[in-house]
């Protein structure tokens, strides 16, 4: 979990690539239910429309999927959701500055969220309402800065080595000296 634009589902789709896991990002299934995009839905019925929609959704895959999934930065605004998926998964916040979000998304047009005059003055105040709900809802928080998407997968198995979410792997063997 994260706010808009910190890397969850390129994040998630390589953790769930090397855990040999199946991903899910719940964006994709809201959009899959509504048969329309977020940023329509939103335009025409709303946001709270949206985040009952999206509160079945998590309920759904928060129940029944075994993976990594990758929530919409949302998510924790309903406190039903931020106990579900703490009660029922393993939950990462993917912690970003608002001046790093702003970097990476600050072309993409398919964020309804940040459709505003002033997206960074945006940002930075869902950053600060939402930062609090994050980490109250995750069992881990990984900052993510500015290293690469391989760095932050191999951060995250760590903690979830080190937590005992994941076996861990084996030490590599002692190079052997040669007589």
Known sequence: MGLPGSGKTTIGRQLARRLGLPFVDSDHVIEDRLGCS???????????????????????????????????????????????????GHVIYLRSAPEDVYRRVRHDTGRPLLQVDDPMGRLRALYEARDPLYRATAHHVIDTGRPSVSTLVNMIIMQLELSGQLPARPESPAPQATP
Do not use: P
């Open 38 to 88: 977020i940023r329509e839905f939103f335009a025409r019925e709303g946001e709270d429309s949206f985040r009952d929609v999206e509160q079945q959704v998590l309920d759904d895959l928060s129940q029944h999927h075994q993976g990594v999934l990758a929530t919409g930065g949302g998510s924790v605004l309903r406190e039903v959701n931020r106990r579900h998926l703490h009660d029922r």
